[in-house]
């Protein structure tokens, strides 16, 4: 298994136990949608975590093989390139 697949699975679990945890608390994960200002710190070679603890989690994570897009909910959008840095994005 990769280095990339296996960080991104370790990513993943991290973020069930948490929803698992929250669930089991009775707290339901609210997110508030990034603000503009959340958005405009976003650099290119961010790591997904890094997006993720700026913006929050995703929406809907679309896989594309050699990248993905992270897309939220008032249409804003992060691309990833195939070592899960930031390429580039669209601001809502």
Known sequence: MSQQLEEKIILLEKRISTIEDQLREGKAPIQAPPGKASWRQLKKGMSEAEVEGLLG???????????SIWNYQKGGSVQF????????WFEP
């Open 81 to 88: 390139n195939e070592d899960a840095l930031v390429k580039g």
């Open 57 to 67: 989690s995703p929406a809907k994570i679309e896989n594309y093989g050699s990248f």
